[in-house]
């Protein structure tokens, strides 16, 4: 079966980074891009960005590029969302999911910055 | 960017009553390129309905979506004790690939 597993939760200090991966299993890693979405408490979701899998194309949200960078690992079936100069309104969980309709997606990361 | 704008923000229905739920764009979307997702507190979204109107797998048939150019929407005939969630809109055929804001259906 399809399964998007997320590294753990993260607390982070304002101007500070994080890395979340996201393993993919169950399909081919390759046929399939990778979305990322966030989601601040309480709010609805926002597109963050997505990767080709097989030759690494990415699109960013304007909101966050420059701070935000996807990479994928097919020898493992993972991807890595980094996310730069952490500000507090960066607290959210975090979610990957596959491809442009969203089916499958993993568990989440929360992200927390605070000083 | 394509804004899409959700409509009600807020929906109170009872239960077997039928959900009109309204998704406007800014600029024209591609009809295959709109879905429907549910959100349940503490859950990731679910997809709903793909292509704006193509049921995703196991979807119930109560569920329903509809529309194109600007305007779409996401019927459910038979509201279910379940379905009270919040639902968003995405449109995935021109980055960057937006969210509406979402719709709040709770149980009058």
């Known amino acids: 079966q399809v399964q998007l597993v997320q590294s753990g939760a993260e607390v982070k200090k304002p101007g500070a980074s994080v890395k979340v991966s996201c393993k993919a299993s169950?399909?081919?890693?390759?046929?399939?891009?990778i979305s990322w979405v966030r989601q601040a408490p309480g709010q609805g979701l926002e597109w963050m960005g997505w990767?080709?899998?097989?030759?690494?194309?990415?699109k960013y949200t304007q909101k966050l590029q420059g701070r935000v960078t996807l990479t994928t690992d097919t020898s493992t079936n993972t991807v890595y969302m980094e996310l730069r100069s952490l500000k507090s309104d960066d607290t959210a969980m975090y979610y990957c999911?596959?491809?442009?309709?969203?089916?499958?997606w993993g568990q989440g990361t929360l992200v927390t910055v605070s000083s | 960017e394509i804004v899409l704008t959700q409509s009600p923000g807020t929906l109170s229905l009872s239960p077997g009553e039928r959900a009109t739920l309204s998704c406007r764009a800014s600029q024209s979307v591609s009809s295959t390129s709109l879905g429907w997702y549910q959100q349940k507190p503490g859950q990731a979204p679910r997809l709903l309905i793909y292509g704006a109107s193509s049921r995703a797998t196991d979807i119930p048939d109560r569920f329903s979506g509809s529309g194109s150019g600007t305007d779409f929407t996401l019927t459910i005939s038979r509201l279910e004790p379940e379905d009270f969630a919040v639902y968003y809109c995405q449109q995935y055929g021109s980055s960057p690939y937006s969210f509406g804001q979402g719709t709040k259906l709770e149980i009058k």
């Open positions: 990767i080709g899998t097989y030759n690494g194309n990415t």
């Open positions: 999911a596959r491809g442009w309709e969203l089916v499958y």
């Open positions: 169950g399909y081919t890693f390759i046929n399939y891009g």
